[in-house]
């Protein structure tokens, strides 16, 4: 592995069914975090954590969760998916500094909720 | 409330200069970071300003006014590879970086 990786590249999901997507990263970064990308709209933080075994809320959390266990995995779930979370999923890392936070983004997750 | 705004799209020609600009209203400031991410693709980082001023780097280069809340991306030598979106991002007071929607180039031969 080098880098991010995500799994699955893409899916199509009935409403109502539970889903993770799951992102993993081999450069040791402290920070790691989970995006939205909608059509014109900028990318929205929807969960993230800066350190393993902690987690925070970000712009737009409502319907996922997150857990970090460890330094390399940082899988979002989907609870009970509905139409209005189709989007374009993109986890990133960073070394998590506190004045130089370039973060590293996976190929992200195309997901449709039908 | 935090914003940044930059144009929705832009058309410019190969071979010639193009620049992008970015404003933005946040609270607290950790730099400016300019991504550019083709289509499909994920964003890829590209310049980084937390002074005041011009950085360079190659082709690209990123200035940024803090007083003003104003970077701009300028992109010579236009080649057809650089049709893009140009994403920019600015750190907030929690180091949380804040995006704007992005600015679709469209290089024309």
């Known amino acids: 592995i080098a880098g991010i990786t995500q799994a699955p590249t893409s899916q199509i999901l009935a409403a109502g069914r539970r889903m993770t997507l799951r992102c993993t990263q081999d450069m040791r970064h402290n920070a790691m975090y989970w995006y939205r990308q909608d059509l014109g709209l900028g990318l929205r933080l929807i969960h993230y954590?800066?350190?393993?075994?902690?987690?925070g809320k970000g712009e737009v959390p409502d319907g996922y969760s997150v857990s970090r266990a460890n330094t390399d995995d940082f899988p979002l779930t989907l609870a009970s998916a509905v139409p209005s979370q189709t989007s374009v999923y993109f986890c990133a890392s960073s070394d998590g500094g506190a004045d130089y936070n370039e973060q590293f983004f996976g190929p992200g997750t195309r997901l449709t909720v039908l | 409330g935090q914003n940044i705004d930059q144009p929705t799209e832009m058309t410019a020609t190969e071979g010639a200069i193009v620049q992008i600009n970015c404003t933005y209203q946040t609270s607290g400031f950790n730099g400016l970071f300019w991504y550019q991410q083709h289509a499909g693709e994920a964003p890829t980082f590209l310049s980084y300003n937390v002074l005041d001023g011009l950085e360079e780097k190659g082709r690209f280069s990123s200035f940024l006014s803090r007083s003003k809340g104003y970077s701009y991306l300028l992109l010579k030598e236009l080649q057809m590879k650089d049709s893009a979106s140009y994403l920019c991002?600015?750190?907030?007071?929690?180091?949380?970086?804040?995006w704007g929607a992005g600015t679709k180039l469209i290089i024309k031969p």
């Open positions: 991002a600015v750190g907030d007071s929690n180091y949380q970086l804040i």
């Open positions: 954590s800066n350190t393993a075994g902690t987690t």
